[in-house]
């Protein structure tokens, strides 16, 4: 069926308000609604048992899976290794026995994270993926498959397969941890809930569109733009730059906020702006003293944070956000929402094609 934009200006806009929806649709099919338990559906092989999780993925769906191994390791204490699947697919990596390789992807077609399947499979793994379209390669080929629920992506920027990723991933590494004995029943519980206010508190972030927009017509007059973040918040940095710079064509750099003065605080001055991810997690102490060095160097900050962020920094930063405060493990999925917007709104005032931006493909079957 066609599928329009619903009174959308472009595709994107509509799939990132569609997004409350289909992270609830997604948490629908993994939480019982009556127990409020994250309950997955059978596999022919057993997650908690695995040796070691490989995960394995492109653009997007890569720094899903970068969230994910911060959520597999804290949570399930399970050895994870991450790579996208390009590279990963050329290594000759070595792979152990009782391994589980994992595999991210919106379409299922991505040729080199099917190569790297094929690799791994050939090595030996269990295969279980994560895709939104089922009848796709990449489901066929895995022995296990968790769908996402965001319906068809249209926008060649991903926004709403890339939340329903971190649902299910979510999802997963607690019933992981909970089988391997990591976490108690109450913190899966817990963590559950969690999971369950995301719509809402999703749909309380969509309402600071306008702001966002107001902050766009700063960050296009950029010519760079800064992205940190530190933990969970780190490939966030990376997906809010790749998001910019895919529609907007504005040079973002996504960096881990600890390694700044490893190199990009050289690039520091008054003109770039540099917008930092600041959730109150246990390494809020560690991000707020980066924003003193980036704000003690004329930086241009923009923070996006819950309260206890802003009461702390505000009045030291250019401009801030006040996102709800929620458990640390959900942020990632609400942190994703003001990066679109950002990057959404850059690129109309651009004028770039938002929905079909130059040289990219919404899918890559080929190498
Ligand atoms: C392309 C798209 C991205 C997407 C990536 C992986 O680069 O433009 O939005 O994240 O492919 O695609 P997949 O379908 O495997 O998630």
Request: aromatic fraction near 6%; hydrophobic fraction near 45%.
């Amino acid at each position: 069926a066609l599928i329009g934009k619903d009174g959308y200006r472009h595709y994107m806009l509509k799939e990132i308000y569609e997004q409350p929806q289909v992270i609830g649709d997604t948490l629908n099919a993994y939480i019982n609604p009556e127990t409020g338990r994250v309950t997955l559906p059978e596999t022919s092989f057993d997650i908690a048992k695995a040796t070691k999780l490989t995960i394995v993925a492109c653009g997007t769906a890569y720094y899903a899976g970068v969230v994910a191994k911060y959520w597999f390791e804290t949570l399930a204490r399970l050895p994870v290794e991450v790579d996208i699947a390009s590279e990963f697919r050329y290594r000759e990596a070595p792979m152990p026995e009782g391994g589980v390789a994992l595999f991210i992807s919106q379409s299922g077609e991505t040729l080199d994270t099917l190569e790297a399947l094929r690799y791994c499979k050939r090595q030996g793994q269990k295969i279980l993926s994560i895709v939104n379209v089922p009848e796709s390669t990449i489901a066929r080929e895995s022995d296990a498959v968790l769908y996402t629920m965001a319906g068809p992506e249209i926008g060649v920027a991903s926004t709403k397969a890339f939340t329903t990723q971190l649902t299910t991933l979510a999802c997963l590494a607690v019933t992981v941890g909970h089988a391997r004995g990591v976490i108690p029943a109450e913190r899966m519980q817990q963590i559950a809930q969690a999971l369950r206010e995301v719509p809402a508190r999703a749909a309380d972030v969509l309402a600071h569109d306008e702001r966002l927009h107001e902050l766009a017509q700063e960050v296009a007059e950029a010519r760079d733009v800064l992205y940190l973040g530190r933990g969970a918040m780190y490939p966030l940095a990376l997906e809010g730059a790749l998001k910019l710079k895919e529609i907007s064509y504005i040079h973002a750099e996504g960096y881990a906020a600890g390694e700044l003065k490893h190199g990009p605080i050289a690039l520091i001055d008054e003109n770039v702006p540099v917008i930092v991810l600041v959730p109150s997690d246990g390494l809020f102490e560690k991000t707020v003293s980066n924003v003193q060095e980036v704000c003690a160097r004329s930086g241009k900050v923009l923070l996006i944070a819950d309260k206890k962020g802003i009461d702390k920094l505000s009045d030291k930063v250019r401009w801030s956000l006040e996102l709800p405060a929620c458990d640390p493990l959900v942020a990632p999925l609400l942190y994703a929402i003001p990066v679109q917007l950002l990057a959404y709104h850059v690129a109309v005032l651009k004028g770039t094609d938002v929905d079909q931006p130059r040289n990219l493909a919404k899918s890559v079957t080929v190498e």
